[in-house]
């Protein structure tokens, strides 16, 4: 008929005409209708053929009509940037514009030079690789390897950087039900009708499951599909009710915790430029109800696989639903009496139906009655054994299971159902059991794990009326359990029709006298057959998880949904086991592939980790300084001024600290608050240094370890008042300081009465340092008085500082008369800024951090992290006056007791002095103590820090150097590539060894 | 045993493929065995294919609670590099490297040893210098790590986004060439297939319960769950469940066990040629032979003994895959799941004897024990034939963590000041 495909049967479906679709696929242009996937588009153009499978590349058609499909796979592409592989071609639906492309074919999909490897199959039996490509061992890298990475994969992934963007959220609710068919709808209505606060999603672009093309159902007296679709609407407009289309559980995890994909926009033409593409939703559910239907398994036997061949209900619902006929002469291979109702819908639609062929030897019920009364030939105990055609199937081989003559049968397609699995996988997921069924040949749910409740189809609910009735009680219930006023509900549903369906086949078919090389599909997608399962068993892979690897049984895209269990009842069969004894495979997140950027959400480029500022970071944007990323810090790294690089910054800020005076942004060091009448006591636990008689008023240098001994942070630290201590830490440490500190106050020092705070991001800190530096900032004090006297080195004053309320660190890290000024965050830019305008007028400087490890290098003082690696004590860096000697107890001490932490020998912090007084060292570079002995060399120590040192005027660095302390003077080396480079041990400060600048 | 070949697998096609003979036996166990392993692993599985190989004991079983190469060998991203900082560590993981590069010759088993190179991306400042500092000392003592610059890093990785203006831009990378991957699955069959050739029972479904001690106290079997097997000498290989079993003999290991995830998208045509690491944003790449992406994640933060990780940390670990590599945010996750890894305090492995006599433990090899599958086992089979460390692995011990005679590679990498 239309424009909308030749195969397009007028008044059938739900379809509207008017509502025409363009798209293309493989270059060539197609129409469909609005509501159309790709798949029924194609096969209402009549085409089948869509994709090459993975390992022999053979032709591959459509197989199902939605999330399980294995062999539909294509790419859509928007635009360059836009391209997306292996999508589905049952769930993409399509729009105006549509671009797809089928995959894994070259040079075109009718015409695959790949196939070449079908003719050569047999060689590539399961596990084939196992056993060849190793001979030349080179070979394997050069050339088996690269061919192997060509041949396989599906799709092309994209090049260019994604422009669409994802959306994240994350909700509550009392009951989530995954799965939008008759049941989860009929418990969602029932839960909200409760008073419960419901979200109900479901995968497909319309609610409905199986209703879709189980035409026969009536629901409230109503068309199924139409109850479903008022049902869905009933749900929308309420306000408990939060109900998602296109939306897939794809994750089950602890303590109800669900994981959604919504497919916001890949169903439009033209998406709103601010709308996500996808949108995860992180639910947490009071109950959960899965609602997740069946999937129809299909028949195992050979030739399974040639375009045209698709499962029976696959073939309904592109007729019930989409108004397309998926042949003119269909014929039929069943196990399950679902088949014969998709027969005679086709046949009511003026399909030709040549025969029905049923496994069973004697199947009994209403459909086959029914199937007969149409004038449908109908050969039950029989098998099909065979097909023909190329890109098409073309026919079918037709065998008695008793043996006698093979009858062959044309067709155009041929649909098949091996009976229908339960989708158990959301209830393992959350860690239940499942049960075999013998009785129906069926995993089912078994032991809960978690509060939740399967329903109707995936719980083994055949019937639609118990399905509706187990659905309605599971809603109440549900309600029940997680709201406290819940009320009774009073949806009721009339049911009337509905298929009563049985008969199931596992694993493969009777061949027939068909016994030579067979294949017979178990899984489309990789290619895998009846017989590599057969051959795993005979090679000793007799667990299921061995045979599913080695095969690759259910490893392809639709994570074995067909396969699984016809793989499963294969092996048991080889070995001779029955199917629960050998058991399943795990069922793993997520349920379908889920995309990258859906789990990313928002979480891309300047929300990636979001980059912390200090308060005064606008300032130092202004005044030029390029930023080093520390921990999740930005930091002013130097300021280079016009025409200079680095160096010449660093050395200009270097001098002009020392000459003068200079300001440094000092507040993202980690700072907490300890408080409390045993906050000194604890200190002294925490710190190898004593605590407990620090003046308040005073600080104090402390350095903390781990257990161990060894230096895990260190930190100025002041007493405000007896019972309140201002601690600062590395910039790196203040997170795991603060949970080190809180780990031991909750399980070592319980009964300490001490409250700790972060106040990082409470104090903006700005160090002054230098000659100039008291005179700079007096203008600014009240109340302290500055002088060397009443506020020397190393104490903390509270007053205010333009007018702000401050604390006042008397402090240097750079060897000069410093003080570090906290002041309100707030306020902090305000205070920089002021402070700046009046220091830059006496000639001070702004220095960032590389200044300030070079300043601190030239006085020997360490940073933890870069002098120290967790394998260094204080005694190796030269602390050891930083260890309470009267201290019976801290955290560290009889770590630092241990054989090898007192043993000779141990790596300790020195000076470098470089001989030829201008190489600056490579940091991390190594030491030994001979240069011209062989690889593996003895390495005695390594540089951890080094600089140019404009103020010492030659190189400085600092090495951890076994015994270090004892080679004071002597030569080592430093062996580089091309040379190595001879370096005295020298003493770990570089300038004014006296320390007399630091009192000024 | 039927040798594997090009040939041999010609002649079986054209025969359907009826020659083939398991590749390993599944006898009932014995009373008793001169050595038990416990754990069929990678790392056990090896350990009795060497003592059997090198040591001419082949009275074997290795025990296994479920199927075999089903704990951590099966689940593992499979980077393999031996550019460890300290001389122990240089040892021990060149020893397997050298092992990797022989290995599917020597087992007749093609494991796929892909050296396809491992860049490890530095993103700081510190990074840069830690990377020195391996490459420095790599340097010395032979083994191939050299220092690439953005530019290089993205020659060798085209996908490489070095972007000035990503949040954590790449200031370069350290690459060893000789890094790579190998398939997993292969290494755990060739091994069983191999061992079990030499005599070597594989015994299956067969979780140990016990470890019965004589007067001596004196190691003299193990209860299973399928009854009492004696031995003269047991050897525990069972990654993150080591300390229970152990625990069975009185000993407290010095680990802890925490869930650590990857997962894998579907699969593609080659987009990705070597493997990339990123400690500071946490995430690891590669693509297998089959197409897939596969991803490494962190561990979770809380030990415990469930493989299922939460999502958060699968979100954590492909937000830093897709800063990196913008492109595969159109890529979709196939399959997530988790393993069970056992971390020591230094994040370097055990391989000793410990305080029970004929006990002896592999253990602690956290997130990275894949790589050194073959050496482990050389070592472990040396030094339970010999009751006495293979010189390579003497540093590592039980009683470093009371000595505090560390191999912290942890440290070595440690976190930004
Ligand atoms: C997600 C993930 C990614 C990783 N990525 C890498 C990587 O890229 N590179 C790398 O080098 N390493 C990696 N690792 C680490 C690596 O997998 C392991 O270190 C290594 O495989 C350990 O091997 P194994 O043989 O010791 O342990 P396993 O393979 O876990 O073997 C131990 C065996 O002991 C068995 N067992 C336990 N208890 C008992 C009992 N009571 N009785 C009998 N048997 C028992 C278990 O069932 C198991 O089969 C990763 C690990 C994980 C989980």
Known sequence: MSSAGEHRIAGVGRLTPANPVRFTFDGKAYS???????????????????????????????????????????????????????????????YDGLNAVSQNRWPSLSFDVGAVNDIASPLFSAGFYYKTFMWPKVAWEHVYE??????????????????????????????LVIGGGVAGLSAALAAAESGARVILCDERAAFGGALRFEAEARLDGKPG????????????????????????????YAQNFVGLAERVTEHLAAPAADAPRERLWQVRAGRVIIAAGAIERHMVFANNDRPGIMLASAARTFLNHHGVAVGRKVGVYTANDSAYAAAIDLKKAGIDIPAIVDVRDNPQ?????????????????????????????????????????????PV????????????????????????????????????????????GACNGTDRLEESVSEAIAAGESAAKATRKRAKKSKVKIAVEGGGDWTGSMLGAGPNGANGKVIKAFVDFQNDVTAKDIRLAVQEGMHSIEHVKRFTTNGMATDQGKLSNLHGLAIAAEALGREIPKVGLTTFRAPYTPTTFGAIVGHARGELFDPARHTPMHESEVAAGAVFEDVGPWKRAWYYPRAGEDMHAAVNRECR??????????????????????????????????????????????????????FIYDDGVVGRMAEDRFHVTTTTGGAPRVLQHMEDYLQTEFPHMKVWLTSTTEQWAVIAVQGPKAREIIEPFVEGIDLSNEAFPHMSVREGTFCGVPTRLFRMSFTGETGFEINVPADYGRQVWEKVYERGKSMGMCLYGTETMHVLRAEKGYIIVGQD???????????????????????????????????????????????????????EGAQIVADPNQPVPMKMIGWVSSSYWSENCGRPIALALVEGGFERMGRTLYVPMPDRAIEVEVTGTVFFDEEGGRING | MRRYSGFALVREAMRGHKGWGQQWSSPEPKKEYDVIIVGAGGHGLATAYYLAKEHGITNIAVLEKGWLGGGNTGRNTTIIRSNYLYDESAGLYDHAVKLWENL???????????????????????DVQVFKRHIHANRLNGVDNEWLTPEAAKEYCPPLNISQSARYPVMGAALQRRGGTARHDAVAWGYARAASDRGVHVIQNCEVTGVRRGGNGQVTGVETSRGFIGAKKVGVVAAGHTSVIMEMADVRMPLESFPLQALVSEPVKPCFPCVVMSNTVHAYISQSDKGELVIGAGTDQYTSYSQTGGLHIIQHTLDAICEMFPMFTRMKMLRSWGGIVDVTPDRSPIIAKTPVSGLYVNCGWGTGGFKATPGSGHVFAHTIANDNPHRINTAYTIERFNSGRLIDEAAAAAVAH
Not at chain 1, 225 to 236: R, V
Not at chain 1, 384 to 406: C, D, F, H
């Open chain 1, 412 to 455: 155009d397609a041929l649909i098949m159902s091996a009976g229908w699995t339960p989708s158990v996988h959301m209830f393992s997921q959350s860690r239940g059991k499942v049960a075999w069924d013998a009785a129906t040949e069926r995993f089912l749910p078994g032991t809960y794990a978690q509060d939740c409740v399967s329903i």
């Open chain 1, 32 to 94: 469909g209708l609005q509501g159309d996937t790709i798949a029924s588009a194609l096969i209402a153009s009549g085409v089948h053929l869509v994709g090459r499978s993975f390992k022999y590349h053979r032709p591959r058609g459509i197989l199902s009509d939605g999330p399980e499909e294995p062999n539909a796979l294509v790419g859509v592409r928007r635009d360059a940037a836009r391209a997306t592989p292996n999508v589905r071609a049952t769930v993409q639906e399509i």
């Open chain 1, 868 to 922: 120290t690696d967790g394998t260094v004590t204080p005694y190796d860096a030269g602390l050891g006056w930083a260890v309470g000697k009267n201290k019976t107890d801290f955290v560290g001490i009889r770590g630092l007791k241990r054989p090898d932490l007192v043993a000779d020998g141990r790596r300790q912090l020195v000076g470098l002095k470089v001989k030829d007084g201008k190489t600056v060292l490579e």
């Open chain 1, 656 to 709: 002009t600290v020392r000459e003068v005076a200079g300001m440094f942004d000092a507040t993202t060091l980690g700072k907490i608050e300890v408080v409390g009448p045993d906050a000194a006591e604890f200190l002294n636990l925490i710190y190898t240094n004593p605590f407990l008689k620090l003046g308040v008023g005073r600080l104090r240098y402390g350095i903390m370890c781990r257990e161990d001994g």
């Open chain 2, 104 to 126: 599917s010759q020597d087992l007749n088993y093609n494991v796929m040893y892909s050296p396809r190179g491992v860049m490890m991306l530095a993103h700081n400042v510190h």
């Open chain 1, 365 to 409: 019920g209403s459909a086959i009655d029914e199937a007969r009364a149409f004038g449908i030939r109908v050969l039950t105990g029989h098998a099909v054994t065979g097909t023909g055609g190329k890109l098409r199937v073309a026919s079918m081989i037709v065998e008695p299971n008793k043996g006698g003559a093979a009858e062959i049968i």
């Open chain 1, 146 to 175: 690269p061919f192997i990475r060509n041949a396989a994969g599906l799709g092309q992934a994209p090049t260019e950087p994604d422009p669409d963007h994802y959306a994240a959220q994350y909700a509550h609710c009392d009951v």
């Open chain 1, 225 to 252: 599909y139409d109850w479903a679709q008022d049902a869905a609407a009933t749900l929308a407009a309420m306000d408990n009710v939060r109900i998602l289309s296109r939306t897939t559980a794809f994750g089950y």
